[in-house]
């Protein structure tokens, strides 16, 4: 069995996600999880719930519990429990082999854009082509509100995420995954990015989207470094 103890990067970068993710407001309070798959084990790390934690933006690496891939708790403290939507990471994870990392938040302008079937539309290129190609290749939307918190939702919220990084999930929040803590949490934030200028966008009036001839010119361009990004939300938060 994995050394719990040894897994400390590993629960340092949860964490630290976790605090980017509450301190930049794409959550509420306690509300929302990241996990991260541990590699040659069907084990995952995962922000924890219940009495001991303290919220979003003062994860430590102590509030990050190891769980296995039926949701059973294998190690972390005796304050802390599985989340009840653990199925939406473990599922994912079991779904999507290339995939490392789950998110799951409530950021609430995203919310609103499903609660009210307005589409985000294509409205900008160079000012963040990556969320353009997130908008364009990326994105799905789960039609339910429920909690997932079973087996066979799980199943289902993975199955419509079979061929997208980013989930739409009406009148609850998002989930995202990617192949490291950092790319999660970073798809997390260009959809939210997404949803707020869509949302002022309409606030000032029509918003139309950019021609098709400028989509497809920013989805011909390579990607860029995510490290860079990171690095920036990271500082910028005070991390």
């Keep these: 069995m994995i050394d719990y103890q040894e897994l400390k990067p590993e629960r340092e970068a949860v964490a630290q996600a976790c605090r980017v993710m ?36 003062y994860t430590t690496a102590d509030d990050i519990i190891l769980v296995d891939f039926d949701g059973i708790k294998i190690a972390g403290r005796s304050d802390l429990d599985v989340p009840k939507e653990v199925f939406i990471h473990t599922w994912v994870l079991k779904t999507r082999p290339q995939m490392h990392s789950v998110l799951h938040a409530h950021p609430a302008k995203v919310m609103l854009f499903s609660i009210c079937n307005k589409p985000l539309l294509p409205l900008f290129g160079a000012y963040d082509p990556s969320a353009l190609r997130l908008l364009k290749n990326d994105l799905c939307s789960y039609p339910r509100s429920v909690l997932i918190s079973n087996e066979t939702l799980g199943q289902d919220l993975a199955q419509t995420m079979m061929h997208s990084k980013a989930c739409m999930m009406r009148g609850h929040g998002i989930t995202t995954c990617g192949k490291s803590v950092q790319d999660a949490t970073l798809t997390a934030i260009r959809l939210h990015e997404l949803a707020d200028i869509n949302y002022q966008a309409h606030l000032l009036g029509d918003p139309q989207s950019i021609s098709q001839e400028d989509q497809e010119s920013f989805e011909k361009l390579p990607p860029s470094p995510d490290e860079a990004y990171w690095r920036y939300y990271c500082r910028s938060v005070g991390e």
């Design 22 to 57: 509450g301190k930049m407001g794409l959550t509420q309070s306690t509300f929302g999880h990241i996990s991260l798959r541990v590699e040659g084990h069907a084990l995952l790390l995962i922000r924890a719930r219940g009495p001991g934690e303290s919220g979003l933006s």
